[in-house]
């Protein structure tokens, strides 16, 4: 990839473009990166680039000929790729974009300074405006610098190894999974125990769900057009459940934290073989696992207060589990919500409990159903 730079302030790239990954990228010759003084193209006495705007207004303008001059002198007759005016009028810089960019063979980029560049040298030398962003800087250089990061990044061979860019935030369409390296608890904050535990496809799927909860939180207007597959969608609907459910905790000030989906599936299981006696489990299940909302939810405040152990690939959980008074586990088996609660005291945590039957179960399930709103510890078991 041949990139060249048109600037009146060269030395501001300079460091960039010889540190790390860019510099060695350029060392090894997989990037080349010319410098394109325009002042060098000035036909003015005094090498003047610029001039008062027609019209009136504050600052300079950058003229054109100095500009046309050095786009003529270096770009030949054969220069195929595109010619890009960094600005703040043009189409916002994305990943698509970039990606694009890094299909091109030579891509010539042009850094405005002042109030900008006179609009005849941009309708003669100019493909593309691009902008990094809605926000004004000083010169386009800093611009140029990212667009030319960015499109490095998607070079062969710039990056130590292909995948490096495989799984970044934008690339796959969502944001990026929390990354985590060594120690494996800094300072008492641990690493996530799925991480540790060795279990690529746990792995995989716990990457997976934190990019959906991240861009979903964060960007969910990607989602529209990210890649999903069955599975991230029927994630996402469980995500958005959560949404509710933590608005409600948080409005009543109970501290929390959702623990990973997988575990919330087997969450049910394992309450029911550490605390249901083998001959009733039949029966507890049809009460009490996804599916029978309004029973599984009376069952859900109940388990506040009793924890089994339960370690399936998490360490830290069971861990969690040895703990201080206060602390629980809040499960939601319709939604396959499974939450740590801290710093209440077992009523209380029955009482969120109730809260949550009252707020979200009692009004879609009961109702519906015709049963009469009696409270949610006087339900039937079907
Ligand atoms: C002070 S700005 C000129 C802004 C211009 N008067 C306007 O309002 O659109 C000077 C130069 O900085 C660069 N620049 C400023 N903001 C930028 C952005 N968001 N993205 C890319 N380049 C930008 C452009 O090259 C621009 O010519």
């Known amino acids: 990839m041949r ?6 302030f060269p030395d501001m790239l300079r460091p960039m473009l010889s540190q790390s990954i860019l510099g060695r990228a350029i060392a090894a010759g997989l990037l080349q990166v010319e410098l394109i003084d325009i002042r060098d193209y ?9 001039d008062y705007p027609f019209g009136g207004g504050a600052g300079m303008v950058m003229a054109a000929q100095p500009i046309v001059d050095a786009f003529a002198a270096n770009l030949p007759e054969s220069w195929s790729g595109r010619r890009v005016y960094l600005s703040p009028r043009g189409r916002t810089l994305n990943q698509r974009i970039v990606e694009a960019l890094a299909k091109e063979d030579e891509l010539a980029l042009l850094c405005g300074h ?40 998607l070079v062969p061979g710039v990056l130590g190894s292909e995948e ?11 944001l990026e999974y929390p990354q985590y390296t060594r120690p494996a608890d800094f300072r008492g904050r641990r690493v996530p125990g799925v991480l540790l ?44 459940r959560a949404g509710a459910v933590e608005a409600l905790l948080e409005g009543r000030g ?14 049910g299981k394992a309450w029911l073989n550490a605390f249901v006696p083998e001959a009733n489990r039949k029966a507890a299940k049809k009460q009490c696992l996804p599916g029978r909302r309004h029973v599984g939810a009376l069952w859900q405040a109940f388990t ?40 209440m005291d077992p009523d209380d945590l029955a009482g969120i409990g109730c809260a949550i039957l009252a707020d979200e179960v009692m009004t879609r399930t009961w109702m519906q159903t015709g049963r009469p709103q009696s409270g949610p510890f006087c339900c039937e078991a079907e």
Do not use: C
Request: hydrophobic share 40%; charged share 30%; no cysteine.
């Open 3 to 8: 990139i060249k730079v048109f600037t009146l």
């Open 42 to 50: 000035s036909t003015e006495k005094h090498r003047n680039t610029d």
């Open 114 to 153: 002042y109030e900008g560049v006179d609009q005849r040298a941009l309708d003669a030398v100019i493909d593309e405006e691009l902008s990094i962003g809605d926000y004004v800087l000083t010169g386009g250089e800093l611009g140029a610098l990212v667009v030319i990061d960015a499109v490095a990044r």
């Open 164 to 174: 490096s860019s495989a799984d970044e935030s934008f690339t796959t369409g969502l």
């Open 197 to 240: 535990g060795g279990n690529h496809a746990d792995i995989t799927a716990w990457r997976r769900e934190q990019s959906l909860a991240l861009t979903l939180e964060r960007r969910p207007e990607l989602l529209d057009a990210a890649p999903l597959d069955d599975g991230d969608r029927a994630t996402l609907a469980r995500l958005r």
């Open 254 to 267: 109970v501290a929390h934290e959702r623990l990973p989906m997988k575990l919330a599936d087997g969450w």
């Open 304 to 343: 506040l207060g009793f924890i089994p152990e339960y370690s399936e690939g998490d360490e830290a959980l069971t861990r969690w589990m040895a703990r201080k008074p206060g602390d629980g586990l809040l499960y939601l088996p319709d939604d396959g919500l499974l939450y740590k609660v801290s710093g």
